[in-house]
């Protein structure tokens, strides 16, 4: 089933919207878009803000790319000492408001990668929409 949905979502990036450069008001603005350096098939983290500058919210249900077998979105949940991560099937992103993923907190999980990611390089992953939209994030890779 993720198989189908990395295949669907790869396909879908290249209909989708972007936020690249878009002066469109109902395009997502993503800033400071980061992936881990780490090596091949191993597994990373991917970090970013996304900025929802519409008149109404959306909501995040998945995320793909060609990069990796699987990306996951997570949370991590704080309990005194301990920290562990727990999967988001559904993130909100409220009209005029702000998400952000970032160490420590929300963040997309990178799993099996399919080459070594090396600080500089441009990568690039899909977040799939409640709505069937797409957003494209291209993230430089960083220690």
């Keep these: 089933m993720r198989g189908m ?4 979502l790869a396909v879908l990036a290249f209909a989708g919207c972007s936020s ?10 993503i800033e400071n ?3 881990r350096a780490a090596d091949s098939s191993a597994t990373t983290a ?11 919210p959306y909501s ?8 990796c077998d699987d990306i996951r979105l997570h949370e991590s949940v704080h309990d005194g000492a301990l920290t562990s991560m727990r999967e988001i099937t559904s993130l909100v ?10 160490p420590g907190g929300n963040h ?8 070594k990611l090396e600080p500089g390089r441009i990568v690039r992953f899909t977040l799939l929409l409640e709505n069937g939209g797409t957003i494209e994030i291209e993230a430089e890779v960083r220690e």
């Design 5 to 8: 949905l990395a295949l669907l």
């Design 20 to 29: 690249r450069g878009s002066s469109n008001p109902s395009i997502p603005r």
């Design 33 to 35: 878009a980061w992936v």
């Design 46 to 56: 991917g970090y970013f803000t996304l900025h929802n500058t519409s008149k109404g």
């Design 60 to 67: 995040i249900v998945a995320a793909a790319g060609l990069l």
């Design 93 to 102: 992103v409220p009209a005029g408001g702000k998400v952000e993923f970032k």
């Design 108 to 115: 997309a999980m990178l799993i099996g990668l399919r080459q």
